[in-house]
């Protein structure tokens, strides 16, 4: 009998779902506490088990997404593997797997491990042996183990070309079906850039996929995409907090993207900036249920952080939703102006009209408490943020140009003028 026919469809159901609460701790049994959990610190305690056993088991715990329930283990195991790096080693010498294994998983952990381990691996002419063209496993290892180089480590570019290059080579050939599995999902997207593994009574009860079906509805995307960003059990609040900007930032993009007028989306971009209820009096009707959704949803989230840290960051919070309408704003001017900007324009105000910066600073304030340096740091924009936010906006022309004719689409309008 189908699974499907023995329990309701859990993304249909989604009435029957009970939002966590702020810095929820986890509900019933961990990982941990399974026979299997059980099991696996037997495994880390035991001084006789071998250094490559327990990598394995700490790289497929991470790959199942149940690391955070081995957190010390891990990190202790880890540590000593750091400290001894250059002793008792002779179980990797001449291994490229077991090498390759232990250098991802100590630069993922935060060890400075030198490129140089991968030296013995290449002949006279520095280049790296063909006898690893065979060893195909190991060959994987590496080119997940490159893709952790930092800025001018020739040693990992070198690798990742190489085995990139065989590993493609490797599945024109009669290689174990499982392992071209392994390989072919490597090659599509590393590792170390996947996600590693509903809160939708809030989405039902505000209306805005009924009311407003011009906008795209995707709760259970937003979700999953909240999920990628914050997996573990602890983060219940972040993944709600973050589920919730995301629904809202995709009905207020619709907004002006599709259906706003402009003089409708001047007064509505005036409205988020003054953050006053009484503004909605002059919106017209699709529009005053999403102001009123976006100012409820922030000053409920406020309010909470209020309540149980005691910091007010309702100026933090409509600051970053009247910068990211603004931007919005900007863009819908130079569609219906015709106006195509100069790729310099578009890029500074394409970075906040991303939405990466507030979809970032929400995430902060719902995983921590809120601490004046680090907000004053974050509305400063720092590079780790203007770069994440200029991947998500060109991934995103990239996705949507060749078949959007709306503001967004300016993008690919503004390279082919500047270029």
């Not at 979700?223 to 997996?231: D, E, Q, S």
């Not at 953050?275 to 406020?302: G, R």
């Not at 902060?364 to 200029?390: C, Q, T, W």
Request: proline share 4%; hydrophobic share 40%.
């Amino acid at each position: 009998m189908a699974l499907s026919m023995l329990a309701p469809n859990p993304i249909l159901a989604f009435p029957r779902l009970q939002p966590p609460t702020r810095h929820c701790s986890r509900q019933g049994k961990s990982f941990s506490d399974s026979t299997s959990g059980l099991v696996v610190q037997c495994l880390f305690a035991s001084k006789d088990e071998k250094p490559m056993d327990q990598l394995v088991t700490i790289d497929l715990l991470q790959r199942l997404g149940v690391s955070y329930d081995f957190e010390d283990e891990i990190k202790s195991i880890l540590d000593c593997r750091y400290k001894n790096y250059d002793r008792n080693n002779m179980w990797k010498v001449e291994n490229l797997y077991a090498t390759a294994v232990e250098f991802r998983l100590l630069r993922q952990h935060g060890h400075n491990v030198p490129q140089d381990v991968f030296n013995c691996f290449k002949d006279e002419m520095g280049r790296f042996k063909p006898c690893h063209y065979e060893d195909i496993k190991g060959t994987l290892c590496l080119y997940e183990a490159s893709y952790f180089s930092m800025e001018g480590e020739s040693v990992l570019d070198e690798a990742r070309d190489f085995t990139k290059k065989h590993l493609e080579k490797s599945l024109e050939q009669s290689i174990d079906k499982n392992l071209a599995i392994l390989v072919s999902h490597s090659l599509e997207l590393p590792l170390h850039w996947r996600m590693l593994r509903i809160e939708a009574r809030w989405w039902k009860n505000i209306g805005l996929g009924e009311k407003m079906s011009f906008t795209r509805d995707r709760l259970v995307e937003n979700f999953l995409w909240a999920v990628g960003h914050a997996f573990e059990p602890q983060f219940g609040y972040c993944r709600k907090i973050i589920t919730k900007v995301l629904a809202l930032i995709v009905t207020i993009d619709d907004i002006y993207d599709i259906y706003g007028t402009l003089d409708e989306l001047e007064i509505f971009t005036d409205a988020v900036d003054r953050w006053d209820i009484n503004a909605m009096d002059q919106l017209p009707e699709y529009m005053k249920i999403s102001f009123l959704a976006l100012f409820n949803s922030v000053n409920e989230m406020a309010y909470n952080v209020l309540k149980e840290e005691g910091s007010n960051i309702i100026p933090h919070l409509r600051k970053m939703w009247a910068d990211l309408c603004k931007c919005y704003l900007v863009e819908a001017r130079w569609y219906y102006s015709g106006y195509t900007p100069t790729l310099q324009e578009y890029i500074t105000n394409g970075f906040i009209s991303s939405s990466a910066p507030a979809i970032l600073g929400h995430a902060y304030f719902s995983v921590s408490n809120p601490v004046m340096d680090a907000i004053e740091f974050l509305e400063k924009r720092p590079n780790i943020i203007h770069g994440s936010s200029m991947i998500l906006r060109l991934s995103d022309d990239l996705g949507t140009s060749k078949v959007c004719q709306q503001p967004s689409s300016l993008s690919l309008k503004s390279f082919n003028e500047n270029f």
